[in-house]
Each structure stands twice: as structure tokens, then as C-alpha cells.
């Protein structure tokens, strides 16, 4: 829909990067327009896991006797920021930003081993991001360790005339504390994210995390955000809600792809839109216009804005009990191959995936996703802190402390560079023999 678009301004996140003197290294793959949580339905096609080809995934392979071609095996990021997920974790940038709106920075953070942090509701521009969901979406951020994520929203963080969501205080570059004693921390593990699909390996280390803490002199306690079970129907109604009114400025006339039909206005409008949209795009579309329609307002949209409130105040009343911050996991499992991830549809892996992290956009707060350690596949599992509406700074610093006791293992991707390295040694040997 915009192929070869260029946008005439800057959005607010980018120019505040450029103007502390930021390198702009290019843009990142992504689902089409944001839709999807494995990045696998970009116009550029899928985007690839760099632990796919890290020596400890592959080691762990070999041990497996897995002899399947490596080609078709690669591991999807999860999205559907991906792409920007993908080039933190290769070492391509420092920092990359991505969009979540129902854990779109945080599920591939992850898959792909590095902090993605979705800050509170407000607290950063919106102005210059293609809406998904006007009342849910926030900038993300991916880097490679807290202090950088910290760094960046230090950066972004504040108010801007062009986005009227912005809070109105000014927000200062802030440097994150050592916390040294957790003592006077309480943590809340919520009993409804101990779901069936959930993998035992997560489960083990969501464990192994409360009781590190606990062990620190934390306070752990098992808190109930009841209508969570509610969350994903919820976020589905609202969201294709929100997507069906944000989509229709797509309509070929101002900017964008437009179709030759020149039939008429209205075909030309259905041809362009069938033309520039995939199937996702067109099938939240057809949802969301459903859920709007005058018969059915009353039933979907509106009921689905008051199990909203509902879901947001879970979340306050577990706030107001003293808890500090909430510690669940970020996604089901690791990592699945692209094979496996493409057996089931967009819509289907996009309910499943984001059970642990929609909610949060729902009710605003900031929400980090930190590497905790690799699987039994020696692929990354993430943890997810969730805080309180705008203490986004008490958030990152919970977990710095957390990032600097698991010691999460650096990528080693090596053996790729030699292989890279051999093939440039074999091309360069080739063009001299040739002159």
C-alpha cells in the first residue's frame, strides 16, 4: 500500500534521536502494518531469528542429531516488530524502535534475546507512527541491556504539541540507579498467567525468578487480575475497531498505491484497497466494520470498552495493594521454527501469542520484557515486568537489578562471520583468477 512512499516529515520519536546527534541506519522489516506476532507477513517476506544461526543454538542442534537442511529450519523472531528485534540482537545497531500495541516490542525482545520495553501511555509521542490502535499503541524500544533502553527513553520521553495523549510535564535524560537491596520491593506473580499452553521451560524460570527475588529479601505475593481471561476477546473487538477506522485513509487517492480501475470512485477505492492490503489487513478490516455496524455497536464495541475499564482496574487494584511490580512471562515458549509458526493462521497466533502482554496496552502501563536465560535448545526465554502507570523509571530499575543477576549470555554468532568471511575470501580469490 506504500511502496515507494516517502513520508515529507519525521515522526516526533526520530527527529528527538536525530537531534542528539542519532546515526539513522534504515528502516526494519515488520508484519504489514503491523499485524501479526511473528513478522512473518511483511511485504520483504519473513524475517529471520539471528539465534537461528548462533553457535549455541546450533551446538544444541547437533547434540539433538537434527540433520534436517539448516536453510529451511531458521526460527521466526515473533512480532511484529521483528525486524527491529532481529537487528539489535545481530549487533547490526545500539538501539531500534519498534510499535506495541498488544506486545508487538515485547514478544520478539524474547525470541530475540534483548530488552524490549513498551513505556507508559503518554509518556512518548505517537506522532509520526502509522496508527494500529490509537488508543493502545506506544513507541517501543529494543536494545541490548536496560541502561541503553533507559538511555533512549530518556530521549523520546516528554510532551509534544503534535500528539494531545502526551503528558504535559516536561521528562528529563535519566540515568538508572544500582538498586542494591530489593528488600523493600514487593512482587506480584498473577495466578490467571499460569495458563495450560504455557511451556514447562517458561514456567521453570518465572519460577526461578520470584525466587530469586524472595531469596534477595523481596517481598513475592500470588495476585489475581480476574478478568484476564476476558483480555483477548476484548483486545480483538477494540483493536479491528480501531483498525477499520484507521485503515480507511488508505484509499488510493492521496497517497499510497492506487489502481488503474477507473471505472468508478467506489472501484477504483475496492480495487486499491484489495490490491495494497494482504489478508490480514483486509480480514481485521472486515471485523472491526462488523463490530461497528449500528446493530451491533451496542453488543461488541461498547461492552468490549467497559471489560476494558474492567481489566484496567485489575490492574490499579493490584497497584493499590502495596505491589510494586508484577513479574510474568512474556511469551508461551522460545522460539518456534517458520515451518512450525506458519501451521496455524495470523489470527490464531496473534490471540495465542499476546495473552501474556495485551492487557498492559489495555490499561496503559509500562512493561519491560529482560532475557532471563537460554532453553534446553539454547534458544532465549524473556521475563516481563509490568509497572505502574508512568514510574517507568522504578520499573527499568527493578529490572536492571534483575538483568544483572541472571548474567544473560551474549549471541555468539562466530561461526556465521567465518562462514561469511570464507565466502568473501573465495569471491576475492575468484575475481583475481578471472583477471
Known amino acids: 500500500?506504500?511502496?515507494?512512499?516517502?513520508?515529507?516529515?519525521?515522526?516526533?520519536?526520530?527527529?528527538?534521536?536525530?537531534?542528539?546527534?542519532?546515526?539513522?541506519?534504515?528502516?526494519?522489516?515488520?508484519?504489514?502494518?503491523?499485524?501479526?506476532?511473528?513478522?512473518?507477513?511483511?511485504?520483504?517476506?519473513?524475517?529471520?531469528?539471528?539465534?537461528?544461526?548462533?553457535?549455541?543454538?546450533?551446538?544444541k542442534r547437533k547434540q539433538n542429531s537434527h540433520s534436517e537442511n539448516e536453510d529451511s529450519n531458521w526460527l521466526i523472531t515473533g512480532g511484529s516488530s521483528g525486524g527491529s528485534a532481529a537487528a539489535v540482537s545481530a549487533f547490526t545497531c545500539f538501539a531500534a524502535l519498534g510499535s506495541d500495541t498488544g506486545g508487538s516490542t515485547r514478544n520478539p525482545a524474547a525470541h530475540c534475546g534483548v530488552v524490549g520495553l513498551k513505556p507508559s501511555y503518554g509518556l512518548v509521542s505517537r506522532h509520526g507512527l502509522i496508527p494500529l490502535v490509537n488508543s493502545m499503541d506506544v513507541p517501543g524500544i529494543l536494545t541490548r541491556c536496560v541502561d541503553d533502553a533507559a538511555t533512549v527513553l530518556g530521549i523520546l520521553a516528554g510532551h509534544d504539541p503534535k500528539d494531545s495523549t502526551t503528558i504535559q510535564d516536561p521528562v528529563k535524560p535519566f540515568t538508572l540507579p544500582s538498586l542494591t537491596d530489593v528488600s523493600k520491593l514487593c512482587?506480584?506473580?498473577?495466578?490467571?498467567?499460569?495458563?495450560?499452553?504455557l511451556s514447562s521451560e517458561v514456567q521453570s524460570l518465572w519460577s526461578r525468578a520470584a525466587n530469586l527475588f524472595e531469596s534477595e529479601g523481596a517481598k513475592v505475593i500470588e495476585v489475581s487480575l480476574p478478568h484476564t481471561s476476558y483480555s483477548i476477546m476484548c483486545y480483538h473487538v477494540l483493536c479491528t475497531s480501531e483498525v477499520a477506522s484507521n485503515m480507511a485513509?488508505?484509499?488510493?487517492?492521496?497517497?499510497?498505491?492506487?489502481?488503474?480501475?477507473?471505472?468508478?470512485?467506489?472501484?477504483?477505492?475496492?480495487?486499491?484497497?484489495?490490491?495494497?492490503?494482504?489478508?490480514?489487513?483486509?480480514g481485521r478490516i472486515l471485523s472491526g466494520n462488523f463490530f461497528l455496524l449500528r446493530e451491533n455497536y451496542e453488543?461488541?464495541?461498547?461492552?468490549?470498552?467497559?471489560?476494558r475499564r474492567l481489566i484496567a482496574n485489575d490492574f490499579v487494584n493490584v497497584f493499590n495493594s502495596g505491589v510494586d511490580v508484577l513479574l510474568t512471562p512474556t511469551t508461551l515458549s522460545e522460539a518456534v521454527p517458520y515451518t512450525e509458526f506458519i501451521k496455524e493462521d495470523n489470527r490464531t497466533r496473534s490471540a495465542q501469542d499476546d495473552i501474556f502482554t495485551q492487557a498492559v496496552n489495555m490499561a496503559g502501563l509500562?512493561?519491560?520484557?529482560?532475557?532471563?536465560?537460554?532453553?534446553?535448545?539454547?534458544?532465549?526465554?524473556?521475563?516481563?515486568?509490568?509497572g505502574r502507570a508512568f514510574c517507568d523509571q522504578q520499573l527499568l530499575t527493578v529490572a536492571k537489578w534483575f538483568e544483572k543477576q541472571v548474567q544473560f549470555p551474549v549471541i555468539q554468532l562466530q561461526e556465521l562471520m567465518d562462514d561469511c568471511s570464507s565466502v568473501f575470501e573465495n569471491e576475492k580469490l575468484a575475481s583475481v583468477s578471472v583477471k
Request: glycine share 10%; proline share 7%; net charge neutral.
Open 299 to 307: 453488543n461488541y464495541f461498547v461492552k468490549a470498552q467497559k471489560v
Open 249 to 282: 485513509r488508505f484509499d488510493g487517492l492521496e497517497y499510497g498505491h492506487r489502481c488503474d480501475n477507473d471505472v468508478s470512485t467506489e472501484a477504483m477505492y475496492a480495487a486499491t484497497r484489495r490490491e495494497g492490503f494482504n489478508d490480514v489487513v483486509r
Open 1 to 59: 500500500m506504500l511502496k515507494g512512499y516517502v513520508p515529507p516529515y519525521n515522526a516526533t520519536v526520530v527527529q528527538k534521536l536525530l537531534d542528539q546527534g542519532a546515526l539513522l541506519m534504515g528502516k526494519t522489516n515488520l508484519d504489514e502494518f503491523a499485524m501479526g506476532s511473528g513478522s512473518t507477513d511483511g511485504i520483504f517476506g519473513p524475517v529471520k531469528n539471528p539465534w537461528s544461526y548462533s553457535k549455541q543454538y546450533r551446538e
Open 366 to 386: 509500562p512493561a519491560v520484557s529482560v532475557p532471563m536465560a537460554l532453553s534446553s535448545q539454547g534458544l532465549p526465554i524473556g521475563l516481563q515486568f509490568i
Open 187 to 197: 512482587i506480584g506473580i498473577p495466578k490467571e498467567y499460569l495458563t495450560p499452553e
